[in-house]
């Protein structure tokens, strides 16, 4: 049942989404955003910094849920400029088949989100322009692609978001 003060009658409640996301599997986008090169190699990849539960910081990437009604493009574009402001220019895929599908589960031993079953459509995008984190993002750091895809950065991410990256960037070029 919605509230009849939430203006948009597709959001839910707090306590009406919270119970939702113990039943349900949730449909995500996630974003690597990328840096190339004149030659369309990928030379650095963007990771956020986010101040997690207990204080620290840690890497984050892109992501957001699929809202009723949104295209999974819709939902990529919306995300990227809630996460990286508006002069990030991200120029997004044509097609909407992602580099990777990342699913997690709320218990260990997998890709973890404590909240959820959320399944993720995980996109490497190409950012021409200047990101400006917003919302929860404190900033963006810009590592060079080869230290990407390295087993240490696991540490810097929660939940197995480190392999997410690795995955997604197994489908791109890099010198």
Known sequence: MN?????????????????????????YVEAVPVRLDDDGFVTDVGVLIRVDEYGEMRSALVAGRVRFGETVREALARNLTKDLGALAFPQLPHSVVPATVAEYFPFPGRLVDERQHAVSLVFVVPVSGEAQPRQDALDIRWIPAGDAVRDSIDSEFVGGRGEVLRAALATVSFR
């Open 3 to 27: 509230d009849v003060r939430t203006p948009d009658p597709a959001w839910f409640s707090d306590e009406e989404f919270d119970g939702i996301r113990r039943r349900l599997p949730l449909l």
